[in-house]
T-cell receptor, first 110, second 116 residues
Framework: TQLLEQSPQFLSIQEGENLTVYCNSSSVFSSLQWYRQEPGEGPVLLVTVVTGGEVKKLKRLTFQFGDARKDSSLHITAAQPGDTGLYLCAGVGRDDKIIFGKGTRLHILP | NAGVMQNPRHLVRRRGQEARLRCSPMKGHSHVYWYRQLPEEGLKFMVYLQKENIIDESGMPKERFSAEFPKEGPSILRIQQVVRGDSAAYFC??????????????FGQGTRLTVV
């Protein structure tokens, strides 16, 4: 069974601080995605990483795929209250099945 | 280009009734996934379907739950004889067949099922 572990589960920090969220697995994934979910809405895709070691930037968000394609991180610089939400990582494994981690609930205090 | 459409957005059922949740994938998408989400939790995989085929239903309870994705029309998640524990948000996602960039799933806004 392929599993994704996200840490931390909850994170509450002050506006302007930096933070990193981790997504780890013992399995190899062909690609990995990060989603953000607002209350009452479905998850929205932020980024897909495909190549081991790949780094993608989306404004203040930096996503990295581990060299072995088993883990990923999301780094947010100078967090804003608008960054508040549930961040989910998802791995594409065997048979194109998409597996989600349980998410990191991020709260940015103004 | 409409996104993934789910209906209804909210569904209230009494215990013992049937719930039918519909999902129309994005145009051209032939892969559909159903997930369940309890409050304050992540998404739990239920079933993965391609047109007219169930590829993986390992996350779906063996009894009372069924899913289909017919050649024409939306994908349906059906829950028979609902119980209070079935109350959750059910999300559908769709994706294209696998491409160079990997499989990206686009989600609907979910159906919130409440069993009273």
């Amino acid at each position: 069974t392929q599993l994704l572990e996200q840490s931390p589960q909850f994170l509450s920090i002050q506006e302007g601080e930096n933070l990193t969220v981790y997504c780890n697995s013992s399995s190899v994934f062909s690609s990995l995605q990060w989603y953000r979910q607002e209350p009452g809405e479905g998850p929205v895709l932020l980024v897909t990483v495909v190549t081991g070691g790949e780094v993608k930037k989306l404004k203040r968000l930096t996503f990295q795929f581990g060299d072995a394609r088993k883990d990923s991180s999301l780094h947010i610089t100078a967090a804003q209250p608008g960054d508040t939400g549930l961040y989910l990582c998802a791995g594409v494994g065997r048979d194109d099945k998409i597996i989600f981690g349980k998410g990191t609930r991020l709260h940015i205090l103004p | 280009n409409a996104g993934v459409m789910q209906n209804p957005r909210h569904l209230v059922r009494r215990r013992g009734q049937e719930a039918r949740l519909r999902c129309s994938p994005m145009k051209g998408h032939s892969h559909v996934y159903w997930y369940r989400q309890l409050p304050e939790e992540g998404l739990k995989f239920m079933v993965y379907l391609q047109k007219e085929n169930i590829i993986d239903e390992s996350g779906m309870p063996k009894e009372r739950f069924s899913a289909e994705f017919p050649k024409e029309g939306p994908s349906i998640l059906r829950i028979q004889q609902v119980v209070r524990g079935d109350s959750a948000a059910y999300f559908c996602a769709s994706s294209l067949t696998r491409g160079i960039g990997g499989t990206e799933a686009f989600f609907g806004q979910g159906t919130r099922l409440t069993v009273v």
